[in-house]
Each structure stands twice: as structure tokens, then as C-alpha cells.
């Protein structure tokens, strides 16, 4: 729980606070401060303001992906949709009965500007990086080692061979309107490598809620190439070979976690 005092004020409508009666108060879970949810996390608001808020959803998952994965004597915080905190058992350790589970998948904000900034790189390389005199079938050679979406297709089929099936949702409320059993909230990172700085890294997360946004499972993938250690080999450290093989440490965590 946040600090709480008489005369404070309601962070969302900024009106007083009766301290005594119906509110949503946390404690300090968000760090980043450039997150517009950052001045929340440590506050309290009217039950009713909470209610009508429209970052509310967000707001849930947040807290249950940060507070909600931490485990004191076998049990940890689960915040439901009013923003009221119950106590359940810390028994995310499998999903039972994975492909009779009919999976969701949404692509974070992080992971859908990564892909955004990758796709004009792949652009950029496709037109020699604004360099006339570079051979044609040069800039096809660097464009065809590039496949920014490939990651978002090789991610789709590993959950097919895990879940009933999958659908693309846009946002948790989409996913509570779809009737889905689970929904895959996937982070995507990426260090795109150049010829000045050839490293290329792939940092995958797929963090696993039920139907009421209450964190299942994890499951991460990380890999990374550099050119320089192998210089023989050009294509190896290619962004689809590094996607490629960051979702098969996924796909491992993933054959740990689906039952
Ligand atoms: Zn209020």
C-alpha cells in the first residue's frame, strides 16, 4: 500500500481523498519513471475513479506481471480487475492441459515500436542505405538476410504445437472480450548489429496470463552473434538466424511450462 495520510487527493480526478472509505491505493511497482503509469504506482484513488479509468486494464497487468510474480510462503498478490489485492497460491509453475487452451497473443508497445524500427532498417538496406553507387545485388543480399516479422511467425507456430490454437488480439481487453482460455504477451528487444558495430541480439519474453490477468508463466529466449567471432560463416549472424534461434530457447521454456 502506498502511504497513506489524511489530505491527500485522488491521482486521477485530483479531488480529496476520504481515506476511510472505498479506495485503490498501491505501493511503488512501476520504476520507470518515463512510463505514463509511473505517478500511479505509489497513490491512491477513488474505487469509483478506478473504475471509469481508462488506463485500468494496463494498470492490472502491470501490477500482477511486478507484484503479482513475487512469492512470500507460497502465495502471492493478485490484483483483480476492481484493483482490490487478494492473496492466491504461487502455483504458476505449468500451464495444465496446454492444447486444450485456445491462446491469445498480444504484442507489447516495446515489442510493436522494435518491429516498427526494424522494418525501416530492412528498408534502408533494400535501398543500399542511401547509397546510389551500391550494387543491386548487394542491397538484395543485405535485404534478404532481414525478416523483421519473422519472429512474430516462428513465435505463432511454436504456440500452435503447444495451445488449441492462436489468435493475433490488440490489448487485454480485446482478449477478455475474445472468450480465449490464455493470452501471450510478447516483449521483443533487439540490437540491430551494422558493419561498425556487428553484434546482433534477440531477447524474447512471453509472459502467460489467465482469463482473470493473473501471470501463468515466462518463458524467455536470448540470443546473440557477432560477425567479428565469425567471420567465415557471413549470413550466420544474420537477424533471422539470431531471431530464429532466440525463439528456440523460448520454445524450450515453453516445453518446460505447457503440460
Ligand atoms: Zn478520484
Not at 479531488?15 to 520504476?31: M, N, Y
Not at 501471450?184 to 502467460?208: E, F, K, N, Y
Not at 518463458?219 to 557477432?226: N, P, S
Request: charged content about 25%.
Amino acid at each position: 500500500m502506498a502511504l497513506i495520510y489524511e489530505g491527500m487527493t485522488c491521482a486521477i480526478c485530483d479531488q480529496s481523498l476520504d481515506i476511510h472509505g472505498a479506495i485503490v491505493a498501491t505501493t511503488h511497482f512501476i520504476t520507470d519513471e518515463s512510463d505514463p503509469l509511473w505517478r500511479f504506482s505509489d497513490a491512491a484513488m477513488h474505487y469509483s475513479c478506478f473504475q471509469q479509468w481508462q488506463h485500468r486494464e494496463e494498470f492490472v497487468r502491470k501490477y500482477n506481471a511486478t507484484m503479482g510474480t513475487m512469492i512470500w510462503d507460497g502465495k502471492r498478490q493478485h490484483m483483480k480487475m476492481d484493483g482490490s489485492i487478494e492473496y492466491v497460491p504461487a502455483d504458476f509453475t505449468h500451464v495444465a492441459a496446454s492444447r486444450t487452451k485456445r491462446l491469445g497473443m498480444i504484442l507489447s508497445n516495446e515489442a510493436a515500436s522494435t518491429l516498427k524500427h526494424l522494418e525501416e532498417r530492412t528498408k534502408a538496406a533494400r535501398q543500399g542505405y542511401g547509397d546510389p553507387k551500391l550494387r543491386q545485388d548487394i542491397r538484395d543480399r543485405h535485404a534478404a538476410h532481414r525478416d523483421p516479422r519473422a519472429v512474430i511467425d516462428l513465435l505463432t507456430l511454436l504456440f500452435r504445437e503447444k495451445f488449441a490454437d492462436v489468435t493475433r488480439v490488440d490489448d487485454f481487453q480485446a482478449f477478455r472480450a475474445s472468450g480465449l482460455d490464455i493470452v501471450a504477451v510478447v516483449d521483443l528487444r533487439v540490437v540491430d548489429g551494422t558493419s561498425r558495430h556487428p553484434l546482433t541480439a534477440v531477447d524474447i519474453r512471453v509472459h502467460l496470463f489467465d482469463d482473470k490477468a493473473c501471470k501463468i508463466g515466462e518463458a524467455r529466449g536470448i540470443a546473440r552473434r557477432d560477425y567479428l567471432s565469425n567471420p567465415e560463416t557471413p549470413g550466420e549472424d544474420s537477424l533471422l538466424n539470431v531471431q530464429a534461434q532466440a525463439v528456440r530457447g523460448v520454445a524450450a521454456q515453453l516445453t518446460l511450462l505447457c503440460k
